[in-house]
C-alpha cells in the first residue's frame, strides 16, 4: 500500500505491538503528527518536557517488560531527550526514541532546530540511524525494535528528516530481521556450566549476587529455584531489587554502597560469588581490589563486554540468563546447607540489622516503612527519584515481586521519578504507584504533574521534604567537615499548593502519628495524582554508608 | 605493548565515528587507523593499532563487537600476519643531494614519484622498522612534508 513516511512509522509501530508513546510536538514533526490526527491505534501521551517522555518510556518498560516509545521534535526537543535516553542505556531498558530532524536538503547547514541527533547521542544509546530514503523507514524500524528488546536491551535513537515524513513509499514491513553483525548468544556454554556447577558444589561460603538482568531476562522464579536447591544466600544490586523476594530468609538484601552490613560482610567472607545479569559497578564493589577477596567469581551476563570489565572472572558464562539458568538447574543436585556460613550470615544479620531510631519528628525511614505496610497486599510499583530517598526505599521497602521497583541505577537521575511513575501507571493501570521523592529531585521534572492530572493517574508522590539536597548534604556532613555548601533547600516553594495549582491533591504531614493515616488517605484516591509532603528529619543520614574508595566491609553503620 | 586489531564493520556512514568515538570513551588511544573497503564492497575493514595489555585488547576486543555494525575483530599478532605501511616524504633537494637521496631510495626500494626544482618525494613501502629507518636517514636533508597511512595488516595464509 502507498503511504507517507508519516503514515508508514505509524503503522510500524502498531505492527510492533505499541500501545502507546510519549511525546511533544514541534515543526518538524508536524506532518507526524497530522498523521496522528486521522490514526489513533498508537496511543499518544502529551508530556509537558521532552524529558518527562524519556523518563514515561522508560518506567513503562520496566512495569511492563515491553518497550517503551519517546517522540521529540528536532534540535531542542532531541537534545531535551538525551538524559532519558542515557538514562536507559546505563539501566538496559529497551526503548526507542523517534526524534525529527531537519529536512534532508538542510542537513548540516546548522539550520533552524538542527542538531546532529545520531552525533550526540552515540556514546549512550545501544544504536541509532538517520533514516535518508523513506524506503528504508519499515525496515530501520524494524531492526531498531529488534535491537531494542534483544541481547542486552537497550535505547535505540531513530532520527527522521521532516521530508521523510511527507515523502511515500510502497509499504511493506518486513517479517524478519537479518542484520548480520548483530547476533547476540543466548545458549550458555555447556563446559562452562559444568565448571559452574563443580564450583557451586564446592564452595563452603557461596552467595549469589544478582542484578538487573535478572529482571530484564525474566528469570526470578529459576533464580529463586537456584537458591533455594543449593542453599545459596542471595544478595542484589539496587538493579536487581525484586528479583528475589526480600522476605526470604536467603535474602540477604542490597550490597554495596548503601547495602546491609551483612550482605557486604557476606561478599567480603564468601568463597564463591556467583554474579547474575550484574556487572560489578563501583557502587557495587567499593575499594575494587578488596572486593571479594577469596571468593572465586562466577559471572553470567548476556553482555561478553561485561565478563572481566572491573574484575577477574574465573568461570564466565556468556548467555541469557533464564537460558543459562535453566540449562544449570537441569543438571545441578541439591546442596547442602554449610552450616558455619549460614550460621555467621544470621549472626550478622542479628548483630547489624537495618535500622534507624525514631524520634518528635517524622522518619523517613518510617514513611517508607507505613508504606509498606499499607501497600504489601496489593500489586504495588514502588518509583523514585535519586539521592536519599531513593536509598532508605531501597532499603526499608520489602520487594518480593521483579517490576515492583523502577529506579535509576546508572545514571542516578534527578527527576527520573516522577514522569517514571507516570509511564508506570500507564503501562499497569491497576496497580498502585508510589514515587518516593525528595524534595530536591521532585522540582526537577514538577510540569509532569500536568501529564498525570490530564490523564487521571491516581500516582501516589511522597516526598520525603528534609528541607536539603539531602545525599550530597550527607557526603557534606560526612567527607567535607559538614560545610553545607548550595545544599539548603529550605526556600523551596510550597509544593502542597504546587500539587493543587496542577490540579493534584495535595498534602502537607509534619508529625508521625499522621503519617499512617495520611497514606491510607493518599491510597483512597484514585482519579487523581496525590502529592504528600511529608515533613521529616533535616539531617538523617542513609546508613550503612561505604565511604568511596573504601572497601565494602568498612562500612559506617550508624 | 602495541597491537594491531583488524575491525570488519559494514561499509555504511557514521561507522568510522562509532568506532574512534568508543576509543576515546573508553580510553584507548588509537596510534593509527587506516580504512578501506575490503573485497566486498559492502563491508570495510579497519586496521587500528592501539597500545595496551592483553585486558586491554580483550576489552577493546568485545566493546568493538557490541557495535552493531561491527561483524568481525581479530587481534593480527606479527608472527602471524603481513603489515605494511605506505609513507610519501618531501625531502629538500638540490643538484648535490639529489645522487644521495636517490641511492637511499634505492636501498630502500622506495619509488621516486615526484622531482622539482629543490625538493623529491619518495614513496615508501613497508613495515614500520624499514619505513622509520628510512625517514631517519632523509631527515639529514630536511623533510618539508611527511603523510603515513598507518599500518595495514592482513593475517597470514599459514596461520588461518
Redesign the interface.
Known sequence: MQLTGAQALLESLHREGVEIIFGYPGGVVLPLYDAMFADKRVKHILVRHEQGAAHAADGYARATGKVGVCLATSGPGATNLTTGIANAYMDSIPMIAITGQVATSLLGRDSFQEADV??IT??IA??SY?IKKVEDLPRIMKEAFH?ARSGRPGPVVVDIPKDIFVNKLEYKYPDQVD????KPRTEGHPKQIALAIKAIQAAKKPIIYAGGGVISADASSELKELAEKCNLPVTTTLMGIGAFPETHELSLGMLGMHGTAYANYAVTECDLLIGIGARFDDRVTGHIAKFAPNAKIIHLDI???E???NVRVDIPIVGDVKKVLQALLAKIGPKEKHAPWVDQITEWKKKYPLAYKQAETIKPQYVIEQAHELAKERDTIIVTEVGQNQMWAAMFYQFTKPRSWISSGGLGTMGFGLPAANGAQFGRPDALVIDFAGDGSIQMNIQELTTAVNNRLPIKIFVLNNCFLGMVRQWQELIYDRHYSHTNLCNNPDLVKIAEAYGAVGMRVSKPAEVRSAIEKAFAINDRPVLVDFVVAKEENVFPFVPPGQAINEMIID | MKHTISVI??NKP?VL??VS?LFS?RGFNIESLAVGTTEDPSLSRMTIVVAGDE?DL??IT??L??L????KVFDLPADKSVQSELVLVKVAANEKSRVEITQIAEIFRAKIVDVAETSMTLELTGEESKVEGAIKLLTKFGVKELVRTGRIALQRGSAE
Open positions: 545520531t552525533g552515540m556514546p545501544k544504536h538517520l535491537i542484520i548480520p553483525s548483530y553482555d561478553p563486554a565478563i572481566g570489565k | 564493520v559494514e557514521g565515528s562509532r568515538g570513551r585486558a580483550e576489552q568485545k566493546q563487537y557490541k552493531i555494525d561491527t561483524l
